[in-house]
């Protein structure tokens, strides 16, 4: 009897595991629904394992002997597997960085940074930041005070999308951690909220449909020779390896992540994607832009090829810029002091500059106005996913219209 009780124990926490935890979902793919009702229910699965083995042990002492070592045994595995289902990922595998993440200069980061390295830049108020890719896989998530503003930087290796947004939200400081990644887009939770929440579309997986989405500030993903060129005196966030946990951790990643974002690979590392679409390959990096509900992509290729288009996504006038000899994308609204403007292309060389057609100022690759009668102006910075892959992108929003294809789809 006492065994029996055992074993069951370790029923719940085992469908924990299989469901939430990342390793499992290589063979297990879980509904969204699925993830759903088992986060929601943790702690209920917890607290019903540890009542089985209680119950087990207390038979054991009490009724009917039974096997101590097995007893041992599954009292370990539950722990593992209740560790692993719920508690590995935030407090191990990606602690978030909430308070004083640590800030090295441009000249300093230079030391450690190649000039090819990819770097997600904010700037909020005037106070711009960098967050290298290398060094911000780790934590995902760091917080901290910028421009005046609480801001978090979200980062997820497996779709290469970096978001940014108001750490607060409904006027509370939102608390996170990470918690899984599903169909290979990080999840995380607000623990102020008590919301399960996907990064790349924002949709609250588990918990009340925030009242107040927070806002968010417009990212770029960027080679570190160009956030140097745009930024000089800009403020890198430093995250080196520093112990024995990080070394073991860094070398999983290399070997889950890298192949994944290989476009000579066929191999991605989780594979629960439903959808893909022929019209790019799977691991193609695209500029990703959302606007009330409706989805448009527009991929390297093609704009280096335009280098600056003028679009509406939803009831947004938009112009995308890619500046190709730097390597850097944006996206700016057209809006302008009331006025839909109309870009074209005037410098692509080592001075990247484009014109509007209605006051013909010129504007920089930071959507400022560096001549003509808007002299000194800015354009409003869109935020968008900058350099997400396809096949992510895709699978969360089909719908999406893909620049230089027009409304047509190739489903898959």
Request: hydrophobic share 45%; proline share 6%; net charge neutral.
């Amino acid at each position: 009897m006492a065994l029996v009780l055992a074993l069951l124990s370790l029923l719940p926490v085992f469908v924990g595991f299989m469901t939430t935890g990342d390793f499992p979902q290589m063979v297990f793919k879980p509904s969204r629904r699925l993830v759903q009702v088992v986060f929601r229910s943790r702690y209920l699965l917890i607290g019903l394992s540890l009542l089985l083995y209680v119950s087990a042990i207390i038979v054991h002492i009490v009724i009917a002997p039974t096997n101590l070592v097995v007893l041992i045994v599954v009292g370990v595995l539950l722990l593992v597997l209740t560790f692993g289902a719920f508690f590995a990922v935030p407090m191990v595998m990606f602690p978030a960085i909430q308070r004083h993440p640590t800030w090295i200069s441009s000249e300093q980061a230079a030391a450690e940074l190649a000039p090819e390295d990819l770097v997600l830049v904010l700037e909020v108020n005037g106070d711009a930041r960098a967050y290298p890719v290398k060094w911000i896989t780790r934590p995902h998530i760091v917080r901290d005070s910028i421009g005046g503003e609480p801001v978090s930087m979200t980062y997820c290796a497996l779709s290469n999308l970096g978001r940014a947004f108001r750490a607060e939200s409904a006027g509370k400081e939102m608390n996170l951690e990470v918690t899984m990644q599903l169909e290979n887009n990080l999840v995380y939770y607000d623990h102020t909220s008590k919301q399960l929440i996907q990064q790349i579309n924002g949709a609250v997986l588990s918990g009340n449909a925030m009242g107040t989405a927070p806002t968010e500030y417009p990212t770029r993903m960027v080679p570190w020779s160009a956030c140097r060129t745009l930024y000089p005196a800009v403020r890198v966030f430093y995250n080196p390896q520093r112990g024995l946990v990080d070394y073991l951790v860094a070398r999983m990643l290399a070997a889950l992540v890298v192949p994944h974002l290989n476009m000579e690979s066929e191999r991605i590392a989780f594979p629960t994607i439903k959808r893909f679409d022929a019209r790019l390959h799977p691991k193609s990096r695209v500029i990703g832009v959302e606007r009330n509900g409706m989805h448009k992509a527009y991929s390297f290729a093609y704009l280096t090829g335009q280098q600056v288009i003028n679009d509406v996504v939803g009831d947004l006038p938009i112009v995308v810029v890619y500046d190709s000899v730097h390597d850097i994308g944006d996206v700016f609204e057209r809006m302008h002091q009331g006025t839909a403007l109309t870009f074209h292309l005037v410098s692509a060389g080592s001075d990247f500059l484009f014109q509007d057609d209605e006051s013909q100022s010129q504007w920089n690759i930071k959507g400022e106005a560096i001549a003509g009668p808007a002299q000194g102006q800015r354009l409003h910075a869109y935020p968008h996913a900058s350099r997400v892959l396809w096949m992510i992108w895709y699978n969360f929003f089909p719908d999406t219209q893909l620049d230089g294809y027009g409304s047509e789809r190739a489903a898959s």
